[in-house]
């Protein structure tokens, strides 16, 4: 597939989120990405995955869950519930967007937006068709939002990451959705060892493509 168009900007309300909308032809489903802490919409490492989803026929939605002047309290950075408010307000969003509104919609969580992704998808019923988390801490979710995601869910860790790799299993146990969880051999955290990454979009990219269908009904 050729690369698509650049992604634009786009603001979302009531809350003034800046966040990164990209779309190429034919999109099978959209997916938004949850950012981890300290992290945002110009993240080189999900920037990278958006880029790659997008060739592979998803669009996809990069944005800051926090106002800048809501980034200024560390607090907010690991407020799980504000987090998949935000996340909840932007799959709203793409529902009403005319661009966006037929497409079925995935989480991309990294870092603590995998926790902010699965408790968002806790409360989407069928309108969310799929979550990945990226070295996420999808714990955070806590046990009985996890019992209550309906979505398709992979987890992604690196074989190195061995604290992060515990709090996934732990997870897992109290996920009843469809799941797997998949190590990246050799990677840290980050991510950074050559061709971790690659791993990582390989793993979401069949996720994705498996679990959203554009031709599915996600609700009236």
Request: charged residues 20%; contains cysteine.
């Amino acid at each position: 597939m050729d690369a698509a168009a650049p992604p634009i900007d786009v603001t979302l309300e009531p809350d003034g989120l800046i966040g990164s909308l990209g779309i190429p032809e034919q999109a099978r489903g959209i997916v938004i990405f949850a950012h981890g802490s300290g992290s945002g919409r110009l993240s080189p490492r999900n920037n990278y995955v958006a880029e790659r989803l997008r060739l592979a026929g998803l669009a996809t939605l990069l944005l800051d869950l926090l106002t800048p002047e809501e980034e200024n309290d560390r607090r907010n950075v690991f407020d799980i519930p504000l987090l998949a408010s935000r996340l909840s307000a932007a799959a709203a969003w793409t529902a009403a967007v005319h661009a966006t509104r037929d497409l079925p919609i995935g989480f991309f969580g990294a870092s603590t937006g995998g926790g902010a992704a699965l408790l968002a998808a806790s409360t989407a019923g069928e309108r969310v068709g799929a979550v990945v988390s990226r070295g996420g801490r999808p714990d955070l979710a806590g046990a009985r939002s996890l019992a209550q995601v309906r979505a398709p869910t992979l987890l992604i860790v690196g074989s190195r990451d061995i604290p992060v790799i515990e709090l996934n299993e732990i997870a897992m146990q109290h996920l009843r959705c469809p799941k797997e969880l998949v190590l990246v051999p050799g990677a840290h955290h980050l991510f950074e060892e050559p061709g971790a990454l690659d791993a990582v979009v390989g793993h979401a990219t069949r996720w994705f493509l498996r679990h959203l269908d554009a031709e599915a009904s996600y609700g009236p």
